[in-house]
C-alpha cells in the first residue's frame, strides 16, 4: 500500500487548517489472511480510505469473521507483542441476538492497523468495546463501519490511550426504522501525540436515534483534529441525532480543532451538537485546591470524572480497573504542574 490521504472531508472548510484530510504513510506488510466485507457493505462507504481497506482485505495479518446467532460473550480478546499487524474483523450479528466483546490493544512495537466490520441485524443488540493502550510511539489506524438494522442497538466503546499518533475513521449507519447507535469515546494526548479522528452518524431509517459522546483531555504538545458529522438522510424523518464533544487542555501548548458538521435532508428530525474546548474549570480547580489538593491531584480527579461515565461502562471488571489505571499512569507524567 502506497502512501496516500485518508480521512477526507468530503465538506471542505479552509485549507489553512490542515483538516480536510490526513496523510496515511505507506505499508510494505502483507500478511497471509484474506478477509471480504457482507454483502450490505458493498453499497457503503466506510475506512479512513479505500486503500486501506483494500490493504486489509487482501493482506491481512489476522481475520476473523463472527457469526453470532445467539446471546453470545466474547470475552476478553488482547493484541500485545511487537510484530506488525493488520487485524480485520468482521461481526455479524443475526436477528434477536445479543452479544458483547472486548478488544484490547498493547502492543510493544510494530505497525498496528485494525478494520472492524459489525452488521448488527434485526432487533439485534451488540455491545463492543475497542481499547488502545499501545505503549509504542508508533502510528496505528482504526477503521469501523457499523450498520444497525430496524429495531436493532449497537452500542460501541473506543478507548484511544495509546502512546503513538492515531488516524481513526468511525461511521454508524443507522439503517432501519428504530435503530439505535451508541458511541462513546475517549482519548488522551501527551507529548507530541497527535490524533485525527472522524466520527460520522448516518440516518437512513424512519425514527432513529444516534447518541454520540466523545471526551478527551490534551497535554504538553498534543495536537488533536476531530471532524464528526450528524447526517440525516432522506427517509429519515421522525429521528434524533446528539453529539457532545468536549476537549480540556491541560498545557496551553496542547492543540484541540473541531469541525463538526449537521446535516438534513429531511424537516422532521432532530439534531443537537455541543463542543467546547478549553482549559479544565477554573472554579472547579479552586474548590480541590481550597481543600488541600495539589493541582497535579486536582487535575487527575477532575480528568478521573469526566472520563468515569465512559470506563465505568465496561462490564469486565479487570480490564476497568486497567483502564483506570493506565489513566493513572499518563497523568502521573505530570509532576511538571505547580504544586
Not at 490511550?161 to 426504522?177: A, F, H, I
Amino acid at each position: 500500500m502506497k502512501a496516500h490521504k485518508g480521512n477526507i472531508l468530503d465538506y471542505k472548510t479552509y485549507s489553512y487548517l490542515n483538516v480536510n484530510e490526513v496523510e496515511v504513510e505507506g505499508s510494505e506488510i502483507k500478511g497471509d489472511e484474506q478477509a471480504s466485507a457482507a454483502e450490505v457493505f458493498k453499497n457503503y462507504d466506510y475506512g479512513i480510505s479505500k486503500e486501506m481497506v483494500e490493504h486489509h482485505d487482501m493482506n491481512s495479518t489476522i481475520a476473523k469473521r463472527y457469526n453470532i446467532t445467539c446471546t453470545k460473550d466474547l470475552g476478553v480478546n488482547r493484541l500485545d507483542g511487537d510484530e506488525d499487524e493488520i487485524v480485520t474483523l468482521d461481526f455479524d450479528v443475526a436477528e434477536n441476538a445479543h452479544f458483547t466483546g472486548y478488544f484490547a490493544s498493547k502492543k510493544t512495537g510494530g505497525y498496528r492497523s485494525a478494520l472492524v466490520r459489525i452488521h448488527v441485524k434485526k432487533k439485534a443488540v451488540a455491545r463492543l468495546y475497542f481499547v488502545n493502550m499501545d505503549e509504542s510511539e508508533v502510528a496505528n489506524y482504526l477503521s469501523l463501519g457499523a450498520i444497525v438494522e430496524e429495531g436493532a442497538k449497537l452500542d460501541c466503546y473506543i478507548f484511544h490511550m495509546g502512546d503513538g499518533d492515531e488516524t481513526s475513521n468511525v461511521k454508524c449507519y443507522l439503517k432501519g426504522e428504530n435503530a439505535l447507535g451508541n458511541i462513546q469515546s475517549i482519548y488522551l494526548g501527551k507529548g507530541s501525540q497527535s490524533y485525527d479522528l472522524v466520527y460520522d452518524m448516518i440516518h437512513e431509517g424512519i425514527d432513529t436515534t444516534s447518541n454520540l459522546v466523545v471526551d478527551g483531555a490534551l497535554m504538553d504538545n498534543a495536537y488533536k483534529v476531530f471532524k464528526s458529522r450528524i447526517d440525516f438522510l432522506e427517509g429519515s424523518k421522525h429521528s434524533r441525532g446528539n453529539e457532545e464533544e468536549f476537549a480540556i487542555l491541560l498545557d496551553s501548548t496542547a492543540r484541540s480543532l473541531s469541525v463538526p458538521a449537521l446535516l438534513s435532508h429531511e424537516d422532521d428530525v432532530e439534531g443537537n451538537h455541543a463542543a467546547s474546548a478549553g482549559k479544565l474549570d477554573q472554579d472547579m480547580l479552586y474548590y480541590f485546591l481550597t481543600r488541600g489538593f495539589d493541582t497535579e491531584t486536582a487535575e487527575r480527579m477532575i480528568i478521573d470524572a469526566k472520563f468515569a461515565p465512559v470506563i465505568d461502562a465496561v462490564i469486565y471488571e479487570d480490564e476497568r480497573k486497567a483502564i483506570y489505571e493506565e489513566l493513572e499512569r499518563i497523568m502521573g507524567r505530570r509532576h511538571h504542574v505547580a504544586k
